[in-house]
T-cell receptor, first 110, second 112 residues
Framework: QKEVEQNSGPLSVPEGAIASLNCTYSDRGSQSFFWYRQYSGKSPELIMSIYSNGDKEDGRFTAQLNKASQYVSLLIRDSQPSDSATYLCAVKNNFNKFYFGSGTKLNVKP | KAGVTQTPRYLIKTRGQQVTLSCSPISGHRSVSWYQQTPGQGLQFLFEYFSETQRNKGNFPGRFSGRQFSNSRSEMNVSTLELGDSALYLC???????????FGQGTRLTVV
């Protein structure tokens, strides 16, 4: 079992719609959770971090964390073609190790 | 504030050679982690250095090694290169609170 699992996609949504990206993790003791965006040929860029259960909003992005279900999600409201990228979920465990999912490719169609 | 700087950006080496990659973290950040990214395997953790000490290590063979200097700059070395070592090598820096990691632009290594 991988430490962090993501659906590889591609996830296709029309412009203006809500994109929902999901991630599950295996280490119940994990405390820190992150979403990175990676454009093709570029390095990952941090877009959200979340540390406690519930929702955290930043502009059009909302991260959701449910530690009981070991589940993290990222919602992108009013999706734009410029949001088309691969989204990586990352989890930091109690031993300071980061684990990344394989990423979900998002396509936002104009 | 300058970001994470990796050099070189691109590198072509032949099998059997060795290579050294460099990473300068964000000023004030003492943790540097290295990752290998390939289309098939995704982002895989190589190792992390903090204050010149290796703090964590991933599941890579001993051909992959690293070090960190007193100014927090880090180098990664790969010896006896294999074709499968072709990848994007990324480094990420974190501050002393050990939370968010910020990536450099990466070094694209091609082994021929």
């Amino acid at each position: 079992q991988k430490e962090v699992e993501q659906n590889s996609g591609p996830l296709s949504v029309p412009e203006g719609a809500i994109a929902s990206l999901n991630c599950t993790y295996s280490d119940r003791g994990s405390q820190s959770f992150f979403w990175y965006r990676q454009y093709s040929g570029k390095s990952p860029e941090l877009i959200m971090s979340i540390y406690s259960n519930g929702d955290k909003e930043d502009g059009r992005f909302t991260a959701q964390l449910n530690k009981a279900s070991q589940y993290v999600s990222l919602l992108i409201r009013d999706s734009q073609p410029s949001d088309s990228a691969t989204y990586l979920c990352a989890v930091k465990n109690n031993f300071n190790k980061f684990y990344f999912g394989s990423g979900t490719k998002l396509n936002v169609k104009p | 504030k300058a970001g994470v700087t990796q050099t070189p950006r691109y590198l072509i080496k032949t099998r059997g050679q060795q290579v050294t990659l460099s990473c300068s973290p964000i000023s004030g950040h003492r943790s540097v982690s290295w990752y290998q990214q390939t289309p098939g395997q995704g982002l895989q953790f190589l190792f992390e250095y903090f204050s010149e000490t290796q703090r964590n290590k991933g599941n890579f063979p001993g051909r992959f090694s690293g070090r960190q200097f007193s100014n927090s700059r880090s180098e990664m070395n790969v010896s006896t290169l294999e074709l499968g070592d072709s990848a994007l090598y990324l480094c990420a820096s974190r501050d002393s609170s050990n939370t968010e990691a910020f990536f450099g632009q990466g070094t694209r290594l091609t082994v021929v």
